[in-house]
């Protein structure tokens, strides 16, 4: 083989390889994680709270005041009882047919606007 023959056989030889060093494709970027929503932060607008003193009532009456007895009433209820109600349902500690299920769904921060919602009501 001459010189000619094998300067273009290496010639060949290193674009083939550059060729499939080309074709390969590039590292995938990192994916930037977005920051998790505050999901409280629109429930804690006096709306917001409102809106989930609502989620009540169907129980525990309009604003809290249950027309019925059976259930109690939540308005004019002292706000640290009130929390610790609804925290002792929320980590099993008092026994309930749905309100240890509906309490896991409360922040603490929702917890404690609702304990200042129905404080604030009239019995």
Request: charged share 15%.
């Given at each position: ?57 169907a ?40 309100m ?24």
């Amino acid at each position: 083989m001459n010189k000619m023959m094998s300067f273009a056989l290496a010639a060949v030889t290193m674009l083939c390889g550059f060729a499939a060093v080309a074709q390969q494709p590039a590292p995938a970027a990192p994916v930037a994680v977005p920051a998790p929503i505050p999901f409280a932060a629109a429930n804690l607008t006096p709306l917001g709270v409102r809106s989930l003193a609502a989620n009540c009532a169907a129980c525990h009456g309009t604003n809290g005041n249950s027309a019925g007895g059976a259930i109690p009433g939540l308005a004019g209820m002292n706000k640290e009882y009130f929390l610790n109600q609804l925290k002792a349902f929320k980590e099993g500690k008092r026994e309930a047919t749905v309100m240890h299920q509906i309490a896991k769904g409360y922040s603490d921060a929702e917890m404690a606007a609702l304990g200042d919602y129905f404080s604030a009501q009239k019995k």
